[in-house]
């Protein structure tokens, strides 16, 4: 190689985002018009921000700022080290850590000011023991309300809040339930957790309390309590099934083209050779398969939902939507683009997986699983451009 080529080679400045084989696009202006919409339904209640999962695969460090920035005051995280993420991005804010607290995570918690979420008995006792030796620092009290999953049960939550014994330094600044089925407004299991939550919400009088994330906020005003917890709503997901999802679109997802090849009446496509071609075809090869999080079961054919009558899914590419053909694989999917025009599409060129066009959460449905789960899969190897929301 000489010395001639490589300053040649130098000059030669490209856009990471533009050369990408993949590349997601977080639109930060619907992310924060998400979050005043929910603020906004949420009626009394202050809505916080959920973060948890890197911001739904968006991004915890600029997801946090544009909420922070967009009013967001309350924060809510999986874990410590989230929460210690998120923390230089929202200064002033609380930052509720949902899977509490464990011995050695003390000095994050402290170092950081967050606010983490006693679930359980052993957490609760090893919290309490942590107020002996330190001196007062929030918490926050999750009670299982028929979820059967984190949180004190309810006997035991009503049974502490009555304990004249408990320590003196047992001084919830929230307490707070999850719903089961908000998703299915319909569900008699919404109105059995809301009657339980209430009488945590007596037993604990005086002390904030919240209830409901996205789903829960939609089921109105009884359900909101003090503090709402907007999650899947604010990365553009739906939230309810079965109705019109009414946030905006914030994460588009595409795939380079990498060759648009012609195959023949009676060929196969992909592994497993499930594909038989009916016709003279031409197929795009993109960049994306499994490793990022667009799943084997979104394959055109050769596995079970396709067997059991389900339609595959499709892309978007230059104004057309077109099916995949045969099977995703690790690192590539192919595209049936036959039915474009021959100059409708390129190699080179960029196929939405999901985004505007594509909805994430109809995805997700050819997939036979949920908007939540394309979001939060995605993989490593995207190149990601944040837009800026405007003043």
């Known amino acids: 190689m000489t010395d001639d080529f490589d300053d040649s080679f130098s000059e030669i400045e490209t856009d990471a985002f533009d050369a990408a084989p993949l590349r997601l696009t977080?639109?930060?202006?619907?992310?924060?018009d998400n979050w005043r919409d929910m603020a906004s339904r949420s009626g009394k209640a202050r809505?916080?921000?959920?973060?948890?999962?890197?911001?739904y695969g968006m991004g915890i460090e600029d997801c946090g700022a544009t909420l922070y920035h967009a009013g967001a005051r309350d924060f809510f995280v999986a874990t410590v080290a989230e929460g210690a993420t998120l923390r230089p991005h929202a200064p002033e804010a609380r930052i509720f850590v949902l899977s509490g607290i464990w011995p050695g995570q003390e000095r994050l918690v402290f170092a950081n000011d967050l606010v983490p979420v006693v679930a359980s008995e052993e957490q609760l006792s090893f919290w309490m023991g942590l107020m002996a030796e330190r001196g007062d620092h929030p918490f926050a009290l999750h009670v299982d309300t028929g979820f059967n999953r984190l949180g004190l049960s309810l006997d035991d939550a009503l049974f502490l809040a009555d304990d004249v014994t408990r320590p003196a330094s047992f001084d919830p600044v929230l307490v707070l339930s999850h719903l089961a089925c908000a998703d299915t407004p319909s569900s008699p299991m919404n109105r059995m957790q809301l009657e339980s939550f209430q009488q945590v919400v007596a037993a604990f009088e005086g002390v904030e309390s919240s209830l409901s994330a996205s789903a829960g906020i939609f089921l109105g005003p009884d359900y909101h309590?003090?503090?709402?917890?907007?999650?899947?709503?604010?990365?553009?997901?739906?939230?309810?099934?079965?109705?019109?999802?009414p946030m905006r679109a914030v994460a588009k997802a595409e795939a380079r083209i990498l060759q648009i090849r012609e195959a023949k009446q009676g060929q196969t496509v992909s592994y497993g050779g499930t594909l038989r071609l009916t016709r003279d075809s031409r197929l795009a090869i993109a960049s994306a398969g499994y490793a990022d999080g667009y799943h084997r079961s979104l394959s055109g054919s050769g596995i079970p939902l396709r067997e059991m009558g389900n339609s595959g899914a499709h892309g978007f590419v230059n104004g057309h939507k077109v099916p995949i053909a045969g099977r995703v694989t690790m690192d590539l999917t192919i595209f049936d683009v036959t039915d474009l025009p021959a100059n409708a599409i390129r190699a080179g060129d960029y196929i939405e997986l999901f985004g505007p066009n594509m909805p994430v959460d109809d995805v997700a449905r050819a997939a036979g699983t949920i908007g939540y789960e394309m979001l939060t899969g995605l993989g490593l190897r995207y190149e990601r451009q944040y837009l800026i929301e405007e003043d």
């Not at 977080?26 to 924060?32: E, H, K, R, S």
């Not at 309590?225 to 999802?245: H, K, M, S």
């Open 26 to 32: 977080v639109d930060l202006g619907a992310l924060a």
């Open 225 to 245: 309590f003090d503090l709402t917890r907007p999650g899947i709503a604010l990365y553009g997901g739906e939230a309810v099934n079965g109705v019109a999802n």
């Open 47 to 55: 809505a916080s921000a959920v973060v948890k999962a890197d911001a």
